[in-house]
């Protein structure tokens, strides 16, 4: 097992460089860069994409050949420099290699526009959208795995069939729109207000008691958390059902059933080991579903301070440095919780043998 956690260990490096490859050049070809946004701020324009299509028949007109559109009246030296304080005075292919030197040793460099480092900016909102993405996926994982495991026991019957219909009906619901609607209905947007609109902690929470901190927490966190969690919901459960349908049919329940066995025995003490693999395979996607998609929406929607509406807004600045190390940290965490997912398989069932398998 050893080589295999080694072997997968040393194929993160080259899948985390092709990702970082692919993104990297996407940017080079992606309007409206950072020197752009800091010309557009200076001018007043605002938007970087309104001054590039007013800007565009201007410099025709006049028969300017500019790099940056929106640059015209201010110093060449200017430019210049704003270019060699950000390293677009090197070529492509230099940066990209610089970068990836940098991010191996995490050192992900300086924000454009925040002055903080993107290490203590990552490190700062990294555990909010850890929080989200493991509460959510834990809700989802206590709810499904009975529900799915009594729809199993209980197939064909009415239980099963309205279960099945509410759980598809919320899965269709996207996860935007739910949120949107917690807030209306929960969070004093017409109804009722019994939950905060945002954040993640009340005022003053540093002065609060413990016992108030912990509340205070789960109060704040219960929309988000049900928010993140509802798409998961149905895909678990089926998978669970489905599982343990399959497995109920095979001769050793049957084998365990003649011998006597009670019917929970026979589920809890044969089946659930071998119905739970597949469903343990599923860990991966759906956490990297919240954490990844999930934490963009839902952290923007409920101002919750992390890693995925940090990633949001230093797209709209293009904040480069902060795109890249959140991106780098989202890839790192996403190969490790695939690793992590392999050896949940061998804790589950120890006849897994991962050595004798080619990666």
């Known amino acids: 097992m050893g080589a295999y956690i080694l072997r997968r260990l040393l194929l993160v490096i080259p899948t985390l460089f092709g990702v970082m490859l692919v993104n990297f050049a996407l940017t080079q070809f992606v309007p409206g860069g950072p020197i752009e946004q800091i010309i557009a701020q200076m001018q007043g324009e605002g938007d970087v994409f309104e001054t590039i299509a007013g800007s565009d ?16 009246g201010l110093p060449p030296e200017f430019i210049a420099e704003l270019e060699r304080e950000f390293g677009f005075d090197k070529p492509p292919v230099e940066r990209f290699f610089n ?103 009340s005022d003053g929470w540093e002065d609060f008691p413990l016992w108030r901190k912990i509340t205070d927490y789960f109060w704040h966190i219960t929309l988000p958390v049900i928010a993140s969690s509802i798409s998961g919901f149905a895909t678990l459960t089926l998978l669970t059902k489905n599982s343990f349908l ?30 739970m693999l597949i469903v343990i395979a599923g860990f ?10 999930g934490s963009v929406i839902i952290e923007t929607l409920f101002s919750l301070d992390g890693l ?27 190969l490790l919780v695939g690793i992590l997912s392999d050896l949940m398989y061998v804790f589950v069932d120890p006849r897994i043998d991962f050595e004798r398998r080619e990666v």
Request: hydrophobic letters at 50%.
């Open 246 to 275: 399959d497995e109920i049919k095979k001769q050793y329940v049957v084998t365990a059933r003649a011998k006597g066995l009670s019917e929970r025995r026979v589920l809890y003490g044969h089946v659930f080991r071998n119905a």
């Open 284 to 293: 991966p996607s759906l956490f990297l579903g919240i954490f990844f998609g």
């Open 99 to 201: 970068m990836m030197w940098n991010y191996i040793r995490f050192d992900f460099g300086e924000s454009y526009f925040r002055s903080v480092g993107v290490f203590e900016l990552v490190r700062e909102k990294l555990p909010v959208s850890i929080t989200l993405g493991l509460w959510s996926t834990l809700i989802a994982y206590l709810v499904s795995i009975p529900l799915g495991i009594r729809k199993a026991v209980r197939d064909g019957s009415r239980f099963d069939t309205w279960t099945s219909a509410a759980i598809i009906v919320a899965y269709a619901i996207p996860g935007f729109l739910f949120a949107i609607l917690l807030l209306v209905l929960f969070a004093g947007g017409s109804y009722w207000q019994i939950f905060p609109l945002r954040g993640l902690t």
């Open 308 to 334: 995925g509406r940090m990633g949001y807004e230093a797209a709209l600045q293009r904040d480069y440095p902060v795109i890249f190390g959140t991106l780098f940290v989202f890839g790192l965490v996403g």
């Open 57 to 72: 028949s201007a410099v025709t007109e006049m028969g300017g050949d500019e790099k940056y559109l929106g640059a015209r």
